[in-house]
T-cell receptor, first 113, second 111 residues
Framework: KAGVTQTPRYLIKTRGQQVTLSCSPI?????VSWYQQTPGQGLQFLFE???????NKGNFPGRFSGRQFSNSRSEMNVSTLELGDSALYLC????????????FGSGTRLTVV | GQNIDQPTEMTATEGAIVQINCTYQ??????LFWYQQHAGEAPTFLSY????GLEEKGRFSSFLSRSKGYSYLLLKELQMKDSASYLC????????????FGTGTRLQVTL
């Protein structure tokens, strides 16, 4: 079965711009989580959506937002980009609360210049 | 809050055994995951421990001690393809939908 699909794979944006990243979960998975991965901080939790509702949120500024659609696909948006937002953004999907395992996508590499 | 510690880097020889440790401090605990991540790729699931003890899966084993806040991942018969980062992640009872990761251990397997 198809895995978690993230688009685009690579993105270059300018400071001050905004960006939208997309994640299509494994068919049947209703939970989608987003993580930011940087060399110094590792993976940090951004937020998690389940059945179109945000169930959990990490400690990121309000410039980071997300949503989930009725087909469980999710998008995350970052507004007013800063250089420090350059990172690999990973999406993970799971059946429910993740206790049966999370499957990660290959990520979107965002570079802010 | 949660604090998870792993060694930053380790080196081991092909064919050898390596143990990667993870210690954690959490307000609640609902399980611990180990993931493998090759450079430029997605993290892939290795193991999940929720009860104390050793879980064995082929060349990989994972151990958990909840009373000590300690886990390790044991890799046997190391192969060059095992060169990767190994990520320890804890699930908090209050936020079952959220994983808190350590910064990962970069393992290099040499000839």
């Amino acid at each position: 079965k198809a895995g978690v699909t993230q688009t685009p794979r690579y993105l270059i944006k300018t400071r001050g711009q905004q960006v939208t990243l997309s994640c299509s979960p494994i068919s049947g998975h209703r939970s989608v989580s987003w993580y930011q991965q940087t060399p110094g901080q590792g993976l940090q939790f951004l937020f998690e959506y389940f059945s179109e509702t945000q169930r959990n949120k990490g400690n990121f500024p309000g410039r980071f937002s997300g949503r989930q659609f009725s087909n469980s696909r999710s998008e995350m948006n970052v507004s007013t980009l800063e250089l420090g937002d350059s990172a690999l953004y990973l999406c993970a999907s799971s059946l429910d609360d993740g206790l049966y395992g999370y499957t990660f996508g290959s990520g979107t590499r965002l570079t802010v210049v | 809050g949660q604090n998870i510690d792993q060694p930053t880097e380790m080196t081991a020889t092909e064919g050898a055994i390596v143990q990667i440790n993870c210690t954690y401090q959490t307000s609640g605990f609902n399980g611990l995951f180990w993931y493998q991540q090759h450079a430029g790729e997605a993290p892939t699931f290795l193991s999940y421990n929720v009860l104390d003890g050793l879980e064995e899966k082929g060349r990989f084993s994972s151990f958990l001690s909840r009373s000590k806040g300690y886990s390790y991942l044991l890799l046997k018969e190391l192969q060059m393809k095992d060169s990767a980062s190994y990520l320890c992640a804890v699930v908090d009872t209050g936020t079952a939908s959220k994983l808190t990761f350590g910064t990962g251990t970069r393992l290099q397997v040499t000839l």
